[in-house]
């Protein structure tokens, strides 16, 4: 069997026209190696032969590079080995690959080291090395991109297509009447719901209910600081919903110059109770702004003056206003 293919193969190679990829020579010129491969213009569905060809001087002793079952991206198949031409000083020795391409294209080669001896009594014992440089071999496909267009079948995918599309309408109408249904239910089926008006609270209520809420959150044990500017917030809030007054933003000194001078004439604000509010605004800013770290007792003594200031400031309308 090994017979005929190396006939075989030893046939085609005659028979066929070779193109030599790659060729090197060693310095000296004693030895030259090249990889050609047969057809030139190798296909698909070729038998494609691949030749290491090396010719040394008589000289030299080579040893054949061993290959695996894959050359790059090749698929060996066949491996000959052959002995073309002997003369007085040269010869020539074949390695024929026969090899299987996996798909079109370029298909890279792996650079081949040859071993050789030579065998002169001197230089017997060292041993050479000669190595043929990678190279590229071009696959072509046998089919062209003509026939290969399957543009005039009517394709699985597109028809697949269709009836994807036309079970989504289908889908999309069924979830816009069920849609319809619902609402019709849930307006048919419904109760009455009674709305109860909520009680409105008056400015006083509300800032009590704020200033609990602040307590029970306990930021003082997280974040003093910001506590403090919530409390100062609290007691703004509500001197401003009690009068007309409007600055969130004014300093405490530009606060309280405010309510003792521009109010003066409309509101009674008793001389104890500014002074109250301003021993309260003023140990804020101690905390706010130069950094103050109350205790314990501290802090529940401002939450008790924010209280009573809201308990107490209850704004009136001077009478002397309405006095002929």
């Known amino acids: 069997m090994n017979l005929l293919l190396t006939i075989l193969i030893i046939g085609i190679s005659t028979a066929s026209e070779f193109h030599r990829l790659v060729e090197t020579e060693s310095a000296d010129g004693r030895i030259r190696a090249s990889w050609s491969v047969s057809p030139a213009k190798p296909q698909l569905s070729d038998t494609i032969l691949l030749t290491l060809e090396i010719e040394t001087d008589s000289t030299l002793q080579v040893e054949m590079p061993a290959f695996g079952s894959?050359?790059?991206?090749?698929?060996?198949?066949?491996?000959?080995?052959?002995?073309?031409?002997?003369?007085?000083?040269?010869?020539?020795?074949?390695?024929?690959?026969?090899?299987?391409?996996?798909?079109?294209?370029?298909?890279?080669?792996?650079?081949?080291?040859?071993?050789?001896?030579?065998?002169?009594?001197?230089?017997?014992?060292?041993?050479?090395?000669?190595?043929?440089?990678?190279?590229?071999?071009?696959?072509?496909?046998?089919?062209?991109?003509?026939?290969?267009?399957?543009?005039?079948?009517?394709?699985?995918?597109?028809?697949?297509?269709?009836?994807?599309?036309?079970?989504?309408?289908?889908?999309?109408?069924?979830?816009?009447?069920?849609?319809?249904?619902?609402?019709?239910?849930?307006?048919?089926?419904?109760?009455?719901?009674?709305?109860?008006?909520?009680?409105?609270?008056t400015p006083q209520e509300i800032a009590l209910q704020r200033l609990a809420l602040l307590i029970n959150s306990r930021l003082h044990e997280i974040d003093v600081k910001n506590f403090f500017i919530e409390l100062t917030g609290i007691v703004r809030w509500y001197i401003e919903q009690q009068?007309?007054?409007?600055?969130?933003?004014?300093?405490?000194?530009?606060?309280?110059?405010?309510?003792t001078q521009q109010w003066e004439h409309r509101l009674v604000l008793s001389s104890e109770l500014r002074d109250r509010l301003r021993l309260f605004l003023e140990s804020a800013d101690m905390v706010k702004f130069a950094?103050?770290?109350?205790?314990?007792?501290?802090?529940?003594?401002?939450?008790?003056?924010?209280?009573?200031?809201?308990?107490?400031?209850?704004?009136?309308?001077n009478t002397q206003e309405n006095q002929p």
């Open 291 to 317: 950094k103050f770290q109350p205790s314990q007792e501290e802090t529940m003594l401002g939450v008790r003056r924010a209280e009573e200031f809201i308990f107490q400031f209850a704004p009136k309308i």
């Open 243 to 259: 009068t007309d007054l409007r600055a969130p933003e004014l300093t405490t000194e530009e606060f309280l110059h405010e309510i």
């Open 70 to 201: 894959t050359l790059g991206d090749l698929e060996i198949a066949q491996i000959t080995e052959q002995t073309n031409r002997i003369t007085a000083d040269r010869e020539t020795k074949q390695l024929v690959l026969q090899v299987v391409p996996q798909q079109n294209g370029i298909t890279p080669i792996w650079q081949t080291t040859i071993h050789y001896t030579d065998q002169r009594e001197e230089l017997r014992e060292k041993s050479y090395s000669l190595t043929l440089p990678a190279t590229e071999l071009e696959i072509q496909s046998t089919i062209t991109p003509e026939s290969a267009s399957l543009d005039h079948i009517s394709s699985p995918s597109d028809i697949f297509e269709f009836r994807s599309t036309y079970f989504l309408w289908i889908i999309v109408i069924l979830v816009i009447v069920f849609g319809f249904v619902l609402i019709f239910l849930f307006r048919f089926f419904r109760k009455p719901v009674t709305v109860t008006p909520e009680s409105t609270l």
